[in-house]
Structures are given as structure tokens and as C-alpha cells.
Nanobody
Framework: QVQLVESGGGLVQPGGSLRLSCVAS????????MGWYRQAPGKERELVAS???????NYADSVKGRFTISRDNAKNTAYLQMNSLKSEDTAVYYC???????????WGQGTQVTVSS
């Protein structure tokens, strides 16, 4: 089992920044991919960004150039630096981790990000 705990969400004005953190614990696969997903009210959950345990990142087109995903393997932690936030970034952000090639994965409880003036 793997447990994920997200933090760092909150209320921010348009154009502002937030940094989300996700700490993983438990039986974490050595080769894994950690990702950030988000779900806005009335919409499906979507991938925001992902990062492999040995590097390599992937971003949704809507956040390229504004968001940066990173990880500290020694701390089993993934980060999502979000800059130039827009109202359409408002959502619950979820952390996810899975073994590379696996079909099942683990989810955190989510953290709310609200971008509003």
C-alpha cells in the first residue's frame, strides 16, 4: 500500500503562484511515475503533469510554460509549482503514483486550489 498526502492548496488571485507538495509513504515502487491531476466542478479529472522516478516530465497543453513538476526521491515527494494562475485552474488537485507499466495506481485525498479575485 502507498499513502499520499497533498498540501499547499489555497486561494490565490489571478496571476499569482502556489506550490503543491505530495508526500508518499509505504511500499513505493522503485520505478514509478508521480502525477498531478485536477478535477473542476462538473468536469472529468484530467492529467496536469507527471514525472518519472528517473526524470522525464509530461504536461497538459493548458499548463505548459506556467506549471513545473519536480520531485525529490530522497524525500518521496513531488511538487507542482504553479505560476501565472488563471481562474480556469480552479479545481481540486490530486496526487497520483503508480508503478511504471501498471494499470492501477494510488491517489491522495486532494487539495483545493481556487483562483479568484
Amino acid at each position: 500500500q502507498v499513502q499520499l498526502v497533498e498540501s499547499g492548496g489555497g486561494l490565490v488571485q489571478p496571476g499569482g503562484s502556489l506550490r503543491l507538495s505530495c508526500v508518499a509513504s509505504g511500499s513505493i515502487p522503485r520505478l514509478n511515475v508521480m502525477g498531478w491531476y485536477r478535477q473542476a466542478p462538473g468536469k472529468e479529472r484530467e492529467l496536469v503533469a507527471s514525472i518519472l522516478s528517473f526524470g522525464g516530465t509530461n504536461y497538459a497543453d493548458s499548463v505548459k510554460g506556467r506549471f513545473t513538476i519536480s520531485r525529490d526521491n530522497a524525500k518521496n515527494t513531488a511538487y507542482l509549482q504553479m505560476n501565472s494562475l488563471k481562474s480556469e485552474d480552479t479545481a481540486v488537485y490530486y496526487c497520483n503514483v503508480k508503478r511504471i507499466g501498471a494499470s492501477s495506481s494510488y491517489w491522495g485525498q486532494g487539495t483545493q486550489v481556487t483562483v479568484s479575485s
